[in-house]
């Protein structure tokens, strides 16, 4: 019950029903703010039980001044938690440990049960195996529940153990397409009260439900499973930068182009730790499918959220995915009377101010690396011989060029060139190169969940199979939708032929590609750029395009829509202009050109206006949790604890609370400590959390063939996330990783300073030396330490490796709460500073003074860091709130929360 000293508590009548809802007008000065704080004001105003969430947060959120730097911690309570399989496991595997520890403890295993509403989605375990045919889908299904069948069993396990969570079975879509389409409220209903629908989830694209209006963002599991069992959020009232949409999207533009125009104009601007909010006339002229996947693309322009307010066209989209009317209506009631419906002449107070004129918009990709890195259409054949000099020339340690006449590549028109024949399976040749397009996949929630780039895709497969194109033999081509709706609306067109011929079959309804998912490349393909270590890309119409994510034998990798993913298929290489030179030829051999197939807006509008119905949505999800006979029939073991196989390679029970006792341990200062890593800028946690395939001759491979299990049946990294044995190993293992310490390599290494000479050595195989040793360890990292996905193992791989600190230049919002949410100490350079800067190797000895005065109840704002060297500075502490600190001293989140309901 709210302690109600606003004198809030209200009713609101709508049709027959009637709802008790926490009136925002009774706090002063809640009108001039942001759609996103008065969301977080209602919280608080539903919420506030005098002690953790007091009447002076209600004031302080009420009064905010826009201007001021973040420094009032409030209590944020999400409605409800959202998980995908890879990070939903190991918070499933916690919350099953989490009952044994309690009962080892003397209290009730039931207590730990999902106290808000918890959905899981499996969308993230399928593997693109078997792709260009019309069986790829079933095939890939069939491997999936080969190689993940012990996952499964435990998911159903947790399904019938616990009360409030929900499991959407395989092959059904992605976890923030099927959100948005089905499971979101927007306006939540529980126990008699309307609220805004909130959410938390593992996975950081959550904020894909920020297009619908509903605030939400990416955790860690370790933050989710807290969240799950009533432990609100800890944060900050933070900034919120205001972005005025003006004008309207030109024909030929996409939602792809424009959400990588937001994307660079952000990661510019700085929203790191900030709320974005969209408003101005704009809005009302963006589809719902647009704002979805703007605000699916939060991550990569770094914001905790990006969001829309409520309008009619959040109505529409509500009818349209079969919302029931009473739904429907409660939501708009709701939005009008507390002043959450949008006013496009509004503008609100915001921190920051930046705009847009849509129809500035042109035709757009990203890459090689980075989802920021916009590039003009037009201009990417021309950057692309630009950049493919970085991973084909030679490079010094200090990573400048260096062409040795012996070793400078050979070129063609000053682009470099290094001609492959191949011979196919059935006997023909082809060449290949640089730029080779070897992966074209329509994947990821960022598109498939917008009919407007999806009809566009198919569109452009017909006129092309019209004209008598397909897809160049060397390109794996793949259609991966985020639900079964996608392929409905496909099928109702007649769209689906074309698309199959092309190449594009259905392979699965995940994120496949997006995630590391692409599956190999065809055997002759992989031998031939491996042996003649070719630079060859990958274009998807997804959102992540980091180092070594999406397959390890393509290096170069371009985010794009998914019209242009099928026209890139269709020219098999990044050399070619497609703005300006032929896709290929037609049946009479004339040149085809890009402007040929390209479909008109009408003609997308059409296709969508006619083939797509709330019938398809509510057949789609009329029994979305029950799943198919496969999964239905996989047996599961019963009881509220449950049954760990000793055997089992995928699902472990972790040693997070060993000897843990009802007392917490004081924290102690870091003494002898050794550096494990030392990294340069923009490690995102793709460098650090195992991600993608495993390798036989790395840790986690040796692992496995010692455990029996053959190599092809390792599966991925993410599919082996309840086994924290295996993620151990596969930590600060991407291939692409510098250490900085082990100069000359790359991937998974480190020098380990326990042997002889310090040789270079595995990271874990060094990591298991030190903590035998009873030494401490240290990462050192520059800016933007560990952006990217908002990935648990990053920081629980970093804890289990016997890392006591990190201390960087800045750090990514999610992962440095992560690591204090495992035990692990985040600290900041002195503003200015950085490793280089203060002479560190990585070879010192480092001692951190002044912990201990957390053992008093207060966090010190800085800590003095000393080396053998001599080097001394002011480490800054990145413990950002009281409830960080409360997790600190106990260890971790997981403690906390654990010692706190044995107390209850």
Not at 632 to 647: K, M
Request: proline share 6%; hydrophobic share 40%; with cysteine.
């Amino acid at each position: 019950m709210s302690a109600n000293s606003f004198d809030a508590r209200s009713t609101l009548q709508v049709g027959d029903e009637s709802y008790e809802i926490f009136r925002l007008d009774k706090v002063e000065g809640s009108a001039r703010l942001p759609y996103s704080l008065k969301v977080l004001l209602e919280n608080l105003l539903r919420t506030e039980d005098g002690a953790n969430i007091t009447a002076d947060h209600i004031r302080a959120l009420g009064g905010w001044d826009s201007q001021a730097q973040p420094s009032q911690e409030i209590q944020f309570t999400p409605a409800r938690v959202i998980m995908q399989d890879f990070t939903g496991v190991p918070c499933v595997v916690d919350l099953a440990t989490m009952r044994e520890a309690v009962k080892e403890l003397g209290g009730d295993p039931a207590k730990v049960n999902p106290l808000s509403p918890a959905e899981l989605v499996i969308d993230h375990s399928v593997i693109a195996d078997k792709f260009g045919t019309n069986e790829a889908f079933a095939q890939n299904v069939e491997l999936e529940y080969g190689r993940n069948k012990e996952r499964y069993q435990f998911l159903r396990w947790g399904q019938t153990a616990f009360d409030d969570f929900k499991v959407v079975p395989p092959g059904t879509g992605i976890v923030h397409q099927v959100n948005i389409e089905h499971l979101a409220r927007t306006v939540m209903v529980r126990n008699g009260q309307a609220y805004p629908d909130t959410l938390v989830g593992t996975d950081s694209h959550t904020t894909m439900v920020n297009g619908l209006g509903v605030l939400g963002w990416g955790v860690g599991g370790i933050e989710a499973e807290a969240a799950m069992l009533g432990q609100p959020v800890s944060m900050l009232i933070p900034r919120v930068v205001g972005f005025k949409l003006t004008g309207e999207l030109k024909p030929g533009t996409t939602a792809t182009d424009l959400v990588l125009t937001i994307t660079e104009m952000l990661r510019k601007h700085g929203v790191v730790g900030k709320f974005v909010e969209f408003y101005g006339e704009g809005v009302a002229a963006t589809s719902l499918a647009n704002r979805a996947t703007i605000g699916n693309m939060s991550p990569e322009f770094g914001s905790t959220a990006a969001v829309f307010p409520i309008d009619g066209e959040t109505l529409n989209y509500l009818k349209l995915t079969g919302r029931s009317e009473q739904q429907v209506a409660l939501v708009e009631a709701y939005a009008k009377e507390q002043g959450l419906w949008l006013d496009p002449a509004a503008e609100p107070d915001f921190s920051e101010k930046l705009e847009l004129d849509l129809s500035t918009v042109v035709p757009s990709i990203a890459g090689p690396k980075r989802p920021q890195d916009r590039i003009v259409l037009a201009n990417a054949a021309q950057q692309f011989a630009l950049d493919v000099r970085n991973y084909v020339d030679t490079a010094d340690e200090a990573g400048k060029e260096s062409f040795p006449a012996s070793d400078a590549p050979a070129t063609s028109n000053g682009v470099p060139s290094n001609p492959v024949t191949v011979t196919a399976p059935d006997g023909s040749t082809y060449e290949i190169d640089h730029g080779a397009v070897t992966v074209a996949a329509i994947t990821s929630c960022t598109n498939t969940s917008n009919p407007y780039v999806m009809v566009a895709a198919a569109l452009v497969a017909k006129k092309a199979v019209e004209k008598g194109l397909t897809r160049k033999p060397w390109v794996k081509t793949t259609l991966a939708p985020g639900s079964k709706v996608v392929t409905d609306y496909f099928d109702k067109a007649g769209l689906t032929p074309y698309l199959d011929k092309v190449g594009f079959n259905l392979v699965g309804y995940g994120c496949t590609t997006c995630i590391g998912n692409s599956g190999p490349l065809p055997e002759e393909v992989s031998k031939a750029v491996n042996d003649h270590d070719l630079a060859v890309t990958s274009v998807l119409s997804g959102n992540r395009n980091f180092e070594g994510r999406i397959n390890p034998d393509v290096k170069m990798n371009y985010l794009a829509s998914p019209p242009l993913v099928v026209a890139y298929a269709l020219a098999g290489s990044m050399k070619v202009d497609i703005t300006t030179e032929a896709l290929g030829t037609d049946t009479e051999g004339k040149p085809v050109f890009l402007k040929d197939i390209w479909p008109t807006e009408a003609e997308v509008n059409d296709v969508v206006a006619n083939a797509i119905g709330e019938d398809m949505f509510n057949k789609s999800y009329q029994d979305v949790f029950a799943g198919d006979a496969q999964w239905q029939a996989l047996p599961i073991p019963t009881g509220n604890t449950f049954e760990w196989d000793a055997e089992s390679t995928y699902v472990r029970k972790p040693p997070y609370f060993e000897g843990m006792t009802m007392e917490t341990t004081p924290v102690s200062d870091i003494a002898g400590a050794r550096v494990l890593a030392k990294l340069g800028d923009s490690v995102t946690t793709d460098h650090i959390s195992p991600a993608g395939a495993i390798k036989a001759d790395t840790p986690a491979g040796q692992y496995l063939t010692e455990h029996g299990v053959a190599r092809r049946d390792f599966n991925s990294y993410g599919s082996r996330r309840g086994n924290h044995e295996v993620m151990i190993r596969g930590t600060f293992a991407n291939i692409r990783l510098r250490n900085q310490i082990a100069p000359g390599t790359e991937g998974g290494y480190t020098r380990d300073f326990t042997q002889d000479g310090a040789p270079v050595s595995f990271i874990y195989d060094a990591s298991q030396n030190y903590q035998a040793a009873g030494t401490p360890l240290v990462i050192l990292g520059g800016k933007e330490y560990g952006s990217g996905s908002s990935r648990d193992w990053a920081a629980k791989g970093t804890a289990l490796l016997g890392v006591k600190a990190v201390i960087t230049e800045s750090y990514e919002r999610i992962h440095r709460s992560n690591l204090i949410g495992m035990g692990v100490l985040p600290l900041q350079f002195p503003a200015g500073q950085s490793a280089d800067s203060l002479g560190l190797t990585g070879e010192e000895t480092f001692s951190i003074a002044g912990v201990t005065e957390l053992n008093e109840g207060t966090t010190p704002s800085t800590v003095k860091v000393t080396t053998d060297t001599g080097v001394e500075f002011d480490a800054v502490v990145r413990i950002d709130t009281p409830g960080e600190a409360d997790y600190y001293r106990n260890g971790g989140i997981m403690q906390y929360v654990l010692r706190s309901l044995i107390r209850k």
